[in-house]
């Protein structure tokens, strides 16, 4: 299991994207939230600006679809460049199909639980996917406190993913941070959002460095 850290460019300065992107360089993927004002209230950007920034950067680009239909919304961000899509489970009508379509088009297929979404229904759908999103903050805003109550559900995530012997990734999106990162890796997590602890520092760069080592000390594949 090896640690990952994606800079969510929610924290960043949207009329500078190109720049930002260059500002988290050793970064492994550029976390982009893409939200529609109805699955969340806010509202950010979409296919065009995604299909600029896949040209202006070679960061892969991790698109976290907070929207309504993204059966019908997902393909598009696999053809505007995204490396990863995550749509959510609770607004997908149907998830088995739309991973499939993800995969196919080329793209990693992800999908997302909000806080109060439990794990378990989903688990005979974990071959399907390619990583895992659980939400560690009711999506929508950064810069919210991580939740705590979410790190049973982190452990209990990677129990199944272990038992089924899955090379799925688990990432975890809300609040991590350099107080919270090492909670998440102890609890299973690998993949690793973070908007404010980066975006929201002197030297990006630098916050990106720092919280990969206390991940990688705590991990899976560290001494307990
Ligand atoms: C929240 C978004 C997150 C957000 C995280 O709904 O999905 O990706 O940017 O921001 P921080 O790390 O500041 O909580
Ligand atoms: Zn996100």
């Known amino acids: 299991m090896s640690v990952q850290i994606n ?18 360089q050793g970064a492994d993927w550029l976390h982009v939230d893409v ?10 950007l979409g296919v065009p600006v995604v299909e600029s920034l896949s040209r202006a950067t070679d ?14 919304w997902a393909p598009a961000y696999v053809e505007a460049g995204a490396g990863s899509v995550t749509f959510h489970v609770e607004a997908a009508a149907a998830p088995v ?8 088009k080329g793209a990693r297929a992800s999908m997302a639980l909000r806080p109060a979404t439990a794990i378990e229904p989903y ?5 399907e996917l390619d990583m895992l999103l659980i939400m560690t ?11 705590d109550i979410m790190l049973p559900k982190i452990r209990r995530t990677r129990q199944l ?4 012997g899955l090379d799925l990734w688990l990432q975890v999106d809300g609040g991590v941070s350099a107080e919270t990162i090492e909670r998440c890796a102890e609890a299973g997590a690998d993949v690793f959002v973070a908007g404010s602890a980066v975006y929201g520092t002197d030297d990006p760069a630098k916050a990106v ?3 990969r080592e206390q991940a990688a000390a705590k991990g899976a594949d560290s001494p307990r």
């Open 7 to 24: 800079p969510s460019i929610l924290s960043a300065d949207f009329a500078r994207l190109a720049e930002e992107a260059k500002a988290v």
């Open 35 to 44: 939200m529609d004002n109805h699955f969340v209230p806010n509202l950010t």
């Open 59 to 72: 960061t892969p680009l991790d698109c976290h679809l907070m929207i309504e239909a993204p059966d019908r």
């Open 97 to 104: 199909r739309l991973a499939r379509e993800i995969r196919a």
């Open 123 to 127: 688990e005979d759908l974990l071959p």
């Open 137 to 147: 903050v009711e999506p929508g805003f950064g810069g919210q406190a991580f939740l």
């Open 161 to 164: 993913i272990d038992r089924h």
């Open 209 to 211: 460095r720092q919280l």
